[in-house]
């Protein structure tokens, strides 16, 4: 099992950025593809970016490519998720998710999941 906590979160004017970072410990970092998705209230929990175990390829939903960077530090066991140009309707809960399998934005293929970090973006 992979332990995962999210940090960075906050609020932040519309136009603004934010970086998350996804801590894991409890399993090889480098085996774990990583994804970050979010949940607004009153919405299903949505993908946001993945990436493979070496970083060598990401995958983002439509509504932040362009704006959101995934990245990872294999050697810090570091997930990224650098947010920019933030719109309101970025506002949920932010997950980071630890999957042994391929890159996907399928939720149920990822096995562990952190607890959550609030971003807020106001107008």
């Known amino acids: 099992q992979v332990q995962l906590v999210e940090s960075g979160g906050g609020l932040v004017q519309a136009g603004g950025s934010l970086r998350l970072s996804c801590a894991a410990s409890?399993?090889?970092?480098?085996?774990?593809?990583m994804g970050w998705f979010r949940q607004a209230p009153g919405e299903e929990r949505e993908f946001v970016a993945g990436?493979?175990?070496?970083?060598?390829?990401?995958l983002y939903s439509d509504s932040v490519k362009g704006r959101f960077t995934i990245s990872r530090d294999n050697a810090k066991n570091t997930a990224y998720l650098q947010m920019n140009s933030l719109k309101p309707e970025d506002t949920a809960v932010y997950y980071c998710a630890a999957s042994r399998s391929y890159l996907s934005g399928r939720g149920n293929l990822y096995d562990d999941w952190g607890q959550g970090t609030q971003v807020t973006v106001s107008s």
């Open positions: 409890g399993r090889t970092f480098s085996t774990l593809t």
């Open positions: 990436t493979t175990r070496s970083g060598g390829s990401t």
